[in-house]
């Protein structure tokens, strides 16, 4: 039987997965919000930690609002959110994704429907910010990058700038997404897909740069902080590699699965992108600039044009 959710009721996607040491936190920054229509869906991936029954424990806290804990597919956290997406059903307005040793700012919530609350309903539409890197005791350090080139398919098939753990899709994206995880298969990370299928669908993406998460630096972290010097050569090398083309050789058959969902612009662009990798290699670099294939910053844009010859996007 569907239920009947209020058009402002924010559905939280919780990943867990050995959460325990940071998990209290986090949970709290959900009673902190200023948005308090909420609900809770966490999705423990086998943990053998206490981090179940810290979210069992907070279910009584909540204040009323619904926490429920589910089994994940034990799959990797990629597939753990794509389960925690088809757990959140067909009636809920908006989910927001979330990690587990992250902390929310009290106005995350809030901005985040503001913003989707200015597309139309029957748009997909992403919601993401910039976020604050901090150390492992949550000691703010810098804002993550400020994105100055518009987010779009153009630069979601060389990169993703909307961060999972600040995302948040109105009911059209979740649709979308929901019917496109069910074809999808392998992916590289469950954040940059929702990017590349919202906006290759033709939906709208929000990039908010007022930082709205406390984003915990730690050993443990999957994916880290990508501003130092360090992180930026890393990436550099990881292009110039191979690193990228094999990525986007896995995001390509995903996206194949899901061509019908794409716009013909779209479709065509991806199939242009097919043509370069396997085209002559003297022609990629032009063939490149021709699509119009971006990443944000300078440095990595001159590494994909240095890349694309050698065959290594």
């Avoid at 972290?221 to 930026?232: K, Q, T, W």
């Amino acid at each position: 039987m569907s239920r009947q959710a209020r058009p402002d009721e924010v559905t939280i996607l919780l990943a867990l997965f050995n959460g325990a040491p940071c998990l209290d936190p986090q949970l709290q920054s959900y009673r902190d919000q200023s948005h308090a229509n909420w609900r809770l869906i966490v999705s423990d991936d086998g943990s053998t930690d206490a981090g179940p029954a810290l979210v069992r424990a907070f279910s009584g806290a909540a204040d009323g609002r619904a926490v429920t804990l589910i089994d994940g597919p034990r799959r990797g956290f990629g597939q753990n959110f794509l389960h925690l997406i088809r757990a959140a059903g067909p009636d809920t307005p908006h989910v927001a994704l979330s990690d587990q040793d992250d902390v929310w700012l009290p106005e995350k919530i809030a901005r985040a429907v503001a913003h989707l609350a200015m597309v139309p309903t029957d748009m997909p539409a992403l919601y993401g910010s910039r976020t604050w890197v901090c150390d492992r005791n949550l000691t703010r350090l810098h804002p993550s990058p400020l994105h100055r080139r518009p987010p779009g398919f153009r630069n979601a098939l060389m990169q993703c700038i909307v961060g999972g753990n600040t995302m948040m899709l109105n009911r059209a994206a979740l649709d979308l997404v929901q019917a496109a995880a069910a074809e999808a298969g392998q992916i590289v990370s469950h954040d940059w897909w929702i990017y590349q299928i919202v906006s290759g669908a033709g939906g709208r993406v929000i990039y908010d740069p007022q930082p709205t998460v406390l984003y915990r630096q730690h050993g443990a972290n999957l994916v880290g902080e990508n501003r130092s010097l360090p992180a930026r050569a890393r990436r550099v090398a990881r292009v110039l590699s191979g690193g990228l083309r094999d990525w986007n050789a896995i995001n390509l058959r995903a996206l194949a699965a899901s061509s019908h969902r794409l716009t013909e612009e779209n479709r065509q662009l991806v199939e242009g992108f097919v043509r370069l990798r396997a085209g002559p290699r003297a022609m990629r670099a032009r063939a490149l600039r021709k699509l119009g294939l971006y990443r944000q910053s300078g440095p990595a844009q001159a590494a994909l044009l240095m890349a694309a010859p050698l065959g290594l996007i």
